[in-house]
T-cell receptor
């Protein structure tokens, strides 16, 4: 399994500002993902963080709003830009070691963001 | 289209009684199926998976799940529920035909409440 450290665990931010969330993995992993989750709700995939290239965004999410970096195989950041109260959510980092077709994904503890 | 359905938003069960959390899926190829649990204010924890082989898979914390291809189901079960099992449970599927597309398709989640 992979151990994932996600920071910060929570934050309260002013609207119009940006927050960068960090995801550090204890081993090299092929694939990293960023999700958004409203409390008690399901997961919505924001993007796949690709090492050495631009992230692949899902429909409804754009790079200007959610820029992602993936400088190496153990680290990624997600920035929530120009925040509004609608961005208040839990943001989750997930990694897929891709050690076989059926490998499970692992998750960080999440970042609970409140925008005021 | 690929999809996962968890038909029950909430399941209530008395402590010591068996529990079932339902999941059905739709994929074009063979499914890789996963169950995750999320405790309050925590990230998702992997419980168990079905890739191939025996239809009954056993996982963490005494949980098991049965793959039923004809019914396209993968219900999560536990013979005797504990109050500490109260959490949000997610079913997810990955299509074996997806190649290097490692995205998981998620159900909406089922909130399990185990009453003392």
């Amino acid at each position: 399994s992979a151990v994932i450290s996600q920071k910060p665990s929570r934050d309260i931010c002013q609207r119009g500002t940006s927050l960068t969330i960090q995801c550090q993995v204890d081993s090299q992993v092929t694939m990293m993902f960023w999700y958004r989750q409203q409390p008690g709700q399901s997961l919505t995939l924001i993007a796949t963080a690709n090492q050495g290239s631009e992230a692949t965004y899902e429909s409804g999410f754009v790079i200007d709003k959610f820029p992602i970096s993936r400088p190496n195989l153990t680290f990624s950041t997600l920035t929530v830009s120009n925040m509004s109260p609608e961005d208040s959510s839990i943001y989750l980092c997930s990694v897929d070691p891709f050690m076989g077709a059926g490998t499970e994904a692992f998750f960080g503890q999440g970042t609970r963001l409140t925008v005021v | 289209a690929q999809s996962v359905a968890q038909p029950e938003d909430q399941v209530n069960v008395a402590e010591g009684n068996p529990l079932t959390v339902k999941c059905t899926y739709s994929v074009s190829g063979n499914p890789y199926l996963f169950w995750y649990v999320q405790y309050p204010n925590r990230g998702l924890q992997f419980l168990l998976k079905y890739i191939t082989g025996d239809n009954l898979v056993k996982g963490s914390y005494g949980f098991e799940a049965e793959f039923n291809k004809s019914q396209t189901s993968f219900h999560l079960k536990k013979p005797s529920a504990l109050v500490s099992d109260s959490a949000l449970y997610f079913c997810a599927v990955r299509d074996s035909n997806a190649g290097n597309n490692r995205k998981l398709i998620w159900g909406l989640g089922t909130s399990l409440a185990v009453n003392p």
